[in-house]
């Protein structure tokens, strides 16, 4: 045997340790067993694994207080990556949950569960940051980008519910305060004290005539525009930072909406942002809506028009799925229901679009000859 058979020899014993390390974690449904006492646990990312990221049960709804776990959770297991704060509080006076994820100087924000009943988007939004941060440390890609290249250029503010109140209103049973009217449970959208969120911002709010004219489980603006607390905390918020794009993520459509005739310029600049998030990620592109009932008072429509910069609705879910928000029957198959290894890439499409947008606005070199 010579030197370079001895290399070879070497070389398959590695490939074949490698193979066992796979059987084993097969065998065990992805607890990789060390040392005989020590579970270590391994999460899969665009066909990577990551030992010791964090396991999010994907077979339950998140509650307030698992949200808050979850978080801290996240931020332990990547503390150069992601940190744990809280953007205002609710009404109950439970904090609006946000991780900062990222190391770069600019930034974006990323809303989930602003009505109470889509709390899919919550999940959603928890598994994306833990998706991300181990592409950010493994390299790998998620969809067609390179996470670790965006999250250097970009700080994140995800909030995964931006709606605590409603959330534990429709999931734990809480009431709402007196005076709500409330058809079903399962419709709840509002917050504690039956404003839609969503209808309250200061975008045509006196143009919304949609009939419902007292706190609700849904479609109530208020009494004035932003009068909800958590309105209000997300205006502070988002005046308070630079935010490049926002990404306010909802149920259900498989749809993203990008604009309305009331904003035509601020909605131009959203359109192409929105075909680029459609193209990579899976989404219908919708038209520009006219029906100031479908759109004013909306978050996103309020963003583009008061910054000029993109701001969309991202609908989860196609259409045909039926929701059911008040168990755990939309969790028996979350990755089906929200179509996650398309519906993920989202945020990553976003940050890619921004930063091609901007290389294509930088001056180009032409040497003379
Ligand atoms: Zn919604």
């Not at 339950?60 to 205002?88: M, R």
């Not at 149920?251 to 998030?277: E, H, Q």
Request: glycine letters at 8%.
């Amino acid at each position: 045997m010579n030197a370079s058979d001895g290399r070879l020899t070497s070389a398959k014993r590695f490939l074949i340790a490698l193979l066992v390390v796979a059987l084993v974690m097969a065998a065990t449904g992805g607890v990789l067993l060390l040392n005989g006492a020590r579970q270590v646990r391994v999460t899969i990312v665009a066909g990577l694994q990551l030992p010791g990221a964090p396991v999010i049960d994907k077979t339950v709804a998140e509650s307030y207080n698992t949200i808050v776990s979850t978080a801290n959770l996240l931020a332990e297991a990547y503390p150069d990556l992601v940190t744990v704060g809280s953007a205002g509080q609710s009404a109950a006076g439970r904090d609006l949950v946000m991780l900062k994820v990222g190391t770069g100087d600019k930034k974006a924000l990323v809303v989930g569960a602003v009505h109470a009943r889509e709390h899919l988007t919550t999940k959603f939004l928890l598994c994306l940051v833990n998706d991300y941060c181990i592409a950010y440390q493994t390299g790998a890609a998620v969809g067609t980008f390179d996470v670790k290249t965006l999250l250097e250029a970009y700080t994140l503010y995800v909030l995964p519910c931006a709606n605590p109140d409603g959330l534990e209103i429709v999931f734990s049973r809480e009431t709402p305060d007196e005076g709500v009217t409330v058809s079903a449970l399962d419709e709840y959208k509002a917050n504690k004290a039956g404003i839609d969120i969503n209808r309250n911002f200061p975008l045509n709010w006196e143009g919304l005539q949609n009939g419902v004219t007292a706190p609700a489980d849904y479609w109530y603006k208020g009494a004035a525009p932003a009068d909800a607390v958590e309105t209000q905390a997300l205006m502070d918020l988002c005046d308070a930072n630079d935010f490049a794009f926002l990404l306010s993520v909802h149920v259900k459509g498989d749809v993203i909406f990008w604009g309305n005739d009331y904003d035509p310029s601020g909605s131009a600049a959203s359109r192409d942002f929105a075909k680029a998030l459609c193209k990579s990620s899976g989404f219908a592109m919708t038209d520009p809506l006219t029906d100031p009932n479908d759109y004013a008072g909306g978050f996103e429509d309020w963003f583009r028009f008061t910054y000029g910069r993109p701001g969309v609705c991202v609908e989860l879910v196609d259409t045909g799925v039926a929701i059911q928000p008040c168990g755990n029957a939309n969790y028996a198959d979350f990755d089906g229901t929200v179509q996650y290894s398309e519906s993920y890439t989202v945020v990553a499409a976003a940050m890619n679009y921004m930063e091609s947008v901007k290389k294509a606005d930088e001056p180009t070199t032409v040497s003379r000859k």
